[in-house]
């Protein structure tokens, strides 16, 4: 979990890709562990490039061209990023549209083609949600749909909801309860993309929450919901994006198609995985409607414009509007979590500076955007990056610098200084410390494994203040300004939690993702810790035995022992080897786009759950040496291979490694 001045997550997951799989989690858990020691502090990335807060400046085209300029190419720099695309409009009018950087090298070179805001097509990722709901909020005006009706009205597939009916309203606002998945969501094969119904209907996720009561991001979810708007219209959803949304704002060089039709693909910005690669192949999204609309800083002015108020009525009239922009849900449904910020029907409402913000932010592997709106300043923003620069926050720091000093600069006044914390502060602190798992996960599938490494820790402060941070991110210091709401100290990010009479069940940090409370055993990584240890042991074994049978060059059993203890010896000595080889090819066979090689994956948990199943004759092994008085390391190693393939054992079930269920 990131916590950020300005918090911009992944809706599509972007590299490196989420793997089920022992041996990636503990590759996730070590290079989260670098990243933390890596990674800029918030405050370090606020002074990047921040500048005094002199009062809010007169929003004209020159200054905002000087201020972008001065911004823009140092932080590309700074972050080794290849290209962004920008666009600001003010009062219904076009600002200024802006290209900065590469569109065809992974660096602004002699003989690379600048980024053309009016020419070059950027992939917003999910920033394309924000079109599925004006296509839905369309059809909610013009009377073809309830926001509040059972969505299985209008499909032609069953969809199991143990915990509840799911609403439209539910689907746009990221509370229909779905787990996580992510298989082949981004993939560069086009023959792997499928008809949009075959996608919904096939192994759908598992509903885990009940309907809104607890926001957890749903690609899935966004893409039901552009599937209704297709069932009800009869019309493709990609073909109904065309003519109903995007046709009539004039956004001529944008589209949802994927591959890009070919009036307009070879006019899409390279994506760069990294500085200095050579561009990757065009990204197809498995569910359009969750984010496969490309675009150009030009025509995202249009669409920026339509969300503050001034496109044409027959696109969205003001109560269309006036209802995708409020709450989503009454304030009871979330209780204390939707007091700092909550989805409206498509946009993270949030706060800053004081000012109301709607936005929303799009990453696939290779691009990365974000969309502002200051719906009472009558202004928006947007930025879109076309590549990954030499950190895994690159991209977040540009786009956080982008927007919070833009609201400096031209939107908000100066902060007040932070009030004096309420009575019973830091009797509430200590109540919220301690350690939640994001509701954003799997648990159906091998996919649960990473859901267990997405904590995040909160400490309580002697003055009554709080530190969140996690693995990824560096903690952030906040106060609280009403009970059960904090903010950051100097910076925007917010907590807010939601109590009951056994205390904090849960805390929300973002609009569209909620977290809740764990054990201190799953805080602090123990069962992934004594993984770690297991699979040394393993390790450790399998090195120890053939040097030490070397080294004593005579049979291990007594003179004439029979054959079976070999035997029951052997198969215990074997289980190392099934079980690395097993978790070794289970990893290999995740893909870049996520997807896995079935038998591939088969064949890992196969070799996996034989060599879990040698606990037994590991377990007869310690037997027959404490059953002969062999010396304490002998025994000792015996023991700790039993205790090793056990806790494997149990982890591998717990963690849905052997689940059947190979979905992530």
């Known amino acids: ?381 947007f930025v879109s990056v076309n590549g990954n620069g030499v950190r895994a926050l690159s991209t977040s720091v540009l786009r956080q610098q982008l927007v919070g000093q833009f609201a400096r600069r031209y939107v908000a006044p100066p902060e007040p200084a932070a009030p004096e914390p309420p009575p019973g502060a830091a009797e509430r602190a200590a109540a919220v410390a301690g350690h939640y798992r994001s509701a954003r996960r799997a648990e159906s599938s091998a996919a649960a494994l990473v859901g267990a490494l997405a904590i995040t820790t909160v400490r309580a402060g002697p003055d009554g203040t709080i530190s969140v941070g996690s693995l990824a991110a560096p903690p952030t210091t906040m106060h609280e300004v009403e009970p059960w709401l904090w903010r950051e100290t100097g910076g925007t990010a917010t907590l807010a939690a939601r109590a009951d009479e056994d205390g904090v069940r849960d805390i929300a940090l973002v609009a569209y993702s909620t977290e809740g409370r764990v054990s201190a055993w799953h805080g602090l990584f123990v069962p992934h810790l004594l993984l770690l240890a297991a699979l040394l042991v393993l390790v450790v074994t399998l090195v120890a035995w053939p040097v030490n049978r070397l080294r004593r060059r005579r049979r291990w059993d007594t003179p004439g022992g029979a054959a079976r203890p070999r035997r029951v010896r052997r198969l215990a000595y074997a289980a190392p080897v099934a079980v690395l080889a097993g978790l070794a090819l289970f990893a290999a066979s995740v893909q870049p786009d996520l997807s896995l090689v079935r038998p591939l994956t088969r064949l890992g948990q196969a070799l996996l759950l034989l060599g879990v199943l040698g606990v037994v004759p590991a377990v007869r092994h310690l037997a027959g040496a404490l059953r002969h008085r062999r010396g304490v390391v002998a025994v000792a190693g015996a023991g700790l291979l039993a205790l090793s393939l056990a806790w494997i054992a149990g982890y591998a079930v717990a963690y849905r490694v052997l689940w059947p269920d190979i979905s992530v």
């Open 1 to 381: 979990m990131r916590v950020h001045p300005f918090p911009v997550r992944s809706p599509i997951p972007a590299a490196p890709p989420r793997a089920p799989g022992a041996v990636l989690a503990l590759v996730l858990v070590t290079l989260l562990l670098l990243a933390h020691l890596a990674v800029p502090s918030s405050a370090a990335a606020r002074e990047h490039g921040a500048q005094e807060d002199q009062g809010v400046r007169e929003l004209t085209a020159g200054d905002v061209d000087t201020w972008l300029d001065g911004l823009v190419p140092a932080l590309l720099d700074a972050e080794r990023l290849p290209g962004a695309t920008v666009a600001v409009v003010s009062g219904g009018e076009i600002v200024t549209v802006r290209g900065f950087g590469a569109a065809d090298r992974s660096r602004l070179v002699p003989g690379a083609t600048p980024v053309d805001p009016e020419h070059h097509l950027f992939r917003i990722g999910s920033v394309s949600k924000l079109f599925t709901a004006t296509a839905v909020l369309q059809q909610v005006e013009r009377g073809a749909l309830d926001l509040d009706a059972d969505v299985r009205e209008h499909l032609d597939f069953p969809l199991e909801l143990p915990r509840g009916t799911v609403t439209l309203r539910h689907l746009l606002s990221h509370t229909a309860g779905f787990e996580e998945r992510v298989d082949h969501l981004i993939t560069p094969d086009a023959e792997k993309v499928r008809d949009l119904r075959t996608e919904l209907a096939e192994d759908p996720p598992q509903q885990i929450f009940a309907p809104g009561t607890t926001p957890a991001y749903s690609n899935y979810g966004l893409a039901l919901a552009g599937y209704v708007v297709q069932q009800v219209t009869g019309v493709p959803f990609e073909e109904y994006v065309r003519e109903e949304v995007l046709g009539p704002l004039g956004m001529t060089s944008s589209t949802a198609e994927q591959p890009l039709p070919p009036a307009l693909s070879d006019r899409v910005a390279g994506g760069f995985p990294a500085p200095g690669a050579e561009p990757a192949p065009f990204e197809h999204i498995s569910v359009p409607p969750a984010g496969s609309v490309s675009s150009t800083a030009q025509d995202m002015a249009a669409f920026l414009n339509l969300h503050l108020g001034h496109g044409p009525d027959d696109v969205l009239g003001p109560g269309a509007l006036a209802a995708m922009h409020a709450p989503a849900l009454p304030p009871a449904s979330l209780g204390g979590l939707g007091a700092a910020e909550q989805m409206t029907l498509g946009f993270r409402g949030h706060e800053m500076r004081g000012q109301r913000v709607l936005s929303h932010g799009g990453d696939t592997n290779l691009f990365h955007s974000e969309l502002v709106l200051f719906p009472d300043a009558d202004t928006g923003l």
